[in-house]
DNA sequence: TCTCCATGTTAACGATGATAACAAAGAATG
DNA sequence: CATTCTTTGTTATCATCGTTAACATGGAGA
């Protein structure tokens, strides 16, 4: 019986997936650890050695519910332009809280400061490369940073809207509302480099640093120096 | 001993006052019906005969807790402008949250769907109200439905993304730029689309910065700094 | 006075989260 | 090989929870 895995390894997987069943057809109160130790054909005491508490089941659920919906985001490649993988994106996260949602719940129903459930991080973690690109190809007009927090709290916000009424008469166009408004507050319309990297951006820069007014004569002229290197590097 | 209200709706006051404090004090889990009938100064059985359910207790004390928050709102009086007041109300429903959190958190955390608790609708209601004044001032371009779900749905989001990040490090700016997002999205008077400044140009070099190889990297570093700083005063 | 209904009171039931105590079984170490 | 140590399986138990049954009490209306 020695597998590639140990024992402790095998029973973890069961245990997340019974749980993640039992949370899936009976929503969070189904989720009880004598239904979850029955299911899994386990104790109840391994519950606690392997994840120390209920809550620490709950968020390794949903940790590991959100990763299988992330491989199947592995699928959206990028299509060259990062503002329409972003709305790609979106429609995904939308789609994943209507299929789950009392997982959705337990990632950001009942927010405790400070304590962010490891699924939540990785979504923000993962949102933020999305928005990163589009920062990338210069379309951003707000730090990357307020524009991922913006997107995550507005599109949770619409998940939560669409998961609070009943499925026949959900109606995507206040998701869809949501997405465009949010995009258009966070980007250019131009796509401003031809240049990709930081070429295109330093002479893009380059060229708006009289409207800086934010710094000093003596700042600008530095700056002006090291943007001229970095082109020239190019 | 025969006031005006009846023994029942005394209890029943009393009741709702006493799971508040210990929802507000303990969160969720410190609002225990031994808990409540305790401190109400009421046997257990009362909880039932009065609210048929905790989930009742529950729903009761979500109403009265927005109920009296709509009373303070009640000061906002119509400014004449119909839009200014919509961002004084987000404002007061955003302050709402942070001082309820457990309260908000019941009102919308985990959603079940066509079974909207009765403090949702009325704030939905409510906020009907405000968007039907700008439809009457012809300022807005969509449906009054879509746009009240719309709002709601983004005001829910906001005030969950900020009711997740510790007291001391909540940024309102994001709560801002959905209020602004939202609004465009939904008033017709175009505010100038955004100048495509400096600031564009800076998010994109602070994005491909670590590929600037050819700056040091103190250089990077205060070259960071500066564009930070055009960023911000965008 | 009698009846009925709302309320107060006690006790209990089943289920839940969590832990203690102990047995079994290898793995590691000497 | 003997021994220790860590991990896992097993049973039993605790306090607490939501909820309800059963009965007592008391006042309002007939």
Redesign the interface.
Same mark, same amino acid.
Request: charged residues 20%; proline residues 8%.
């Given at each position: 019986m020695e597998n590639d895995r140990s024992a402790g390894e095998r029973n973890r997987d069961r245990i997340i997936a019974a749980a993640a069943r039992l949370l899936q057809q009976g929503g969070?109160e189904a989720v009880s650890t004598r239904a979850v130790s029955a299911a899994a054909g386990v104790q109840a005491p391994a519950i606690y050695r392997i994840f120390g508490d209920k809550q620490g089941l709950l968020d390794a659920v949903a940790a590991h519910g959100f990763a299988r919906h992330l491989e199947s985001k592995e699928g959206l490649r990028p299509s060259g332009d990062p503002v329409e993988d972003l709305r790609a994106g979106w429609s995904l996260n939308i789609a994943f809280a209507l299929d789950n949602?009392?997982l959705y719940?337990l990632m950001?129903?009942?927010?405790?400061?400070?304590a962010?459930p490891p699924a939540?991080a990785a979504a923000l973690a993962f949102l933020t490369s999305f928005i990163?690109r589009i920062?990338? @190809?210069?379309?951003?007009?707000?730090?990357?940073e307020?524009a991922a927090?913006?997107v995550?709290?507005?599109?949770?916000?619409?998940a939560?809207?669409l998961?609070?009424?009943?499925?026949h008469q959900r109606?995507l166009?206040?998701s869809d509302?949501?997405r465009?408004?949010?995009i258009?507050?966070i980007t250019?319309?131009?796509p401003?480099?031809a240049t990709p990297?930081?070429q295109?951006? @330093?002479i893009?820069?380059s060229?708006?640093?009289p409207?800086?007014?934010?710094?000093t004569a003596g700042?600008r002229a530095l700056?002006d120096e090291?943007l001229d290197?970095?082109v020239?590097?190019g």
């Open positions: 969070r949602p009392a719940s950001y129903g009942e927010p405790r400061p400070g962010t939540a990163h920062a990338e @190809a210069g379309r951003l007009h707000v730090s990357e307020h927090r913006l995550h709290a507005v599109g949770t916000g619409a939560f809207s998961m609070s009424m009943p499925e109606d166009t206040v509302m949501a465009d408004a949010v258009a507050a250019t319309d131009a401003a480099p990297g930081p295109g951006a @330093a893009a820069l060229a708006a640093l409207k800086a007014t934010v710094l700042e700056l090291w290197r970095i020239r590097a």
